[in-house]
């Protein structure tokens, strides 16, 4: 049985899917290739090593940066040894 607040979330989330298509612009053949590398590191978490997924630019640069709207193309290398999605 589906209660309030799961109906809620779902509508949300469906809402939020109908708006993304239509914000979502196919990218053309002119449109720079970004490459990006996911890849996973060894941080400290309350004194104690976690091994964390990312993604990293070729200049060093953690995370992806674009500005709303702007349509990119990318070309991902995956260096974490398993099958990646993003």
Known sequence: M?????FL???AAMIAAGAATRLVR??????????????SRTI?????????FGIRQPNG???LTTDMA???????ENGCGE???I
């Open 44 to 52: 400290e978490v309350h004194g104690k090593p976690a091994t964390v």
């Open 9 to 11: 979330l779902s509508s």
């Open 83 to 85: 099958p990646t999605l």
């Open 26 to 39: 196919p990218a053309s053949a002119d449109d720079a290739l970004a490459t990006l590398r996911a890849e």
């Open 61 to 63: 640069t953690h995370g």
């Open 70 to 76: 702007t349509r990119f193309r990318l070309r991902l």
């Open 2 to 6: 589906l209660n309030r607040r799961g």
